[in-house]
């Protein structure tokens, strides 16, 4: 399964947007790349996914390096309800039958008021 | 809608002994997953249903975990023997069909030995 990686931990004030960085340069033609987040004492939460094309959604928005070898999750108004681990998962459409996801550490997300 | 809930929230058990951790998923939810997560670390991966068959159980850690979903709804994860390194929390997740589809997860049991 190809890897990710991302800083530890981040740090934003609030009402600024947030740039959270995720390295995948071992990616197949086949990953999807999907961002999750957790809450303090929550499971995880979908936030956005994308293969090629930049993202947007009402959470975030994504974008991806042209040689999808990185991608960048963007909050673009950080607020103290967003501080959370944030994950980057690559999951791979070229399977069959089950579909393990790999978690990381993720990236915990400070917001300062 | 119902999200996914899991129970107990809390279980404490004494090493050795046998415990059982429930999962209902969203109803019409065909995929299920359980994962593990001990402190400080993401999610592990350990057993994916597809229906009532496990479709994947390579992240089980050993023997001594377990997992059913007889009728393919509601799951199991049975633990026998349990060990201080068990101690997690267990996490279920629910997505529509497998693949690719959104997985939403429960709020978790949290497991202590001691």
């Known amino acids: 399964d190809a890897k990710t990686t991302q800083p530890n931990s981040m740090e934003s004030n609030e009402e600024e947007p947030v740039h959270l960085p995720c390295n995948h340069s071992?990616?197949?033609?086949?990953?999807?790349i999907h961002w999750y987040r957790q809450l303090p004492s929550q499971g995880p939460e979908y936030v956005i996914h994308g293969l090629t094309s930049n993202v947007n959604n009402r959470m975030a928005s994504l974008a991806i390096a042209e040689d999808r070898k990185s991608s960048t999750l963007i909050l673009h108004r950080a607020t103290l309800r967003d501080a959370a681990v944030y994950y980057c998962i690559l999951r791979d459409f070229g399977r069959t039958g089950g579909f393990k996801t790999i978690f990381g550490a993720g990236t915990r997300l400070f917001v300062k008021a | 809608g119902a999200g996914v809930s899991q129970t107990p929230s809390n279980k404490v058990t004494e090493k050795g002994k046998y415990v059982e951790l429930r999962c209902d998923p969203i109803?019409?939810?065909?995929?299920l997953y359980w994962y593990r997560q001990s402190l400080g670390q993401g999610p592990e991966f350990l057993i994916y249903f597809q229906g009532t068959g496990a479709a994947d159980d390579s992240g089980l850690p050993n023997d001594r975990f377990f997992a059913v979903r007889p009728e393919g709804s509601v799951s199991t994860l049975k633990i026998q023997r349990t060990e201080r390194g068990d101690s997690a929390v267990y996490l279920c997740?629910?997505?529509?069909?497998?693949?690719?589809?959104?997985?939403?997860f429960g709020p978790g049991t949290r497991l202590t030995v001691l």
């Open positions: 071992t990616i197949s033609g086949t990953d999807y």
């Open positions: 997740a629910s997505s529509l069909s497998p693949g690719l589809d959104t997985q939403y």
């Open positions: 109803s019409g939810h065909t995929a």
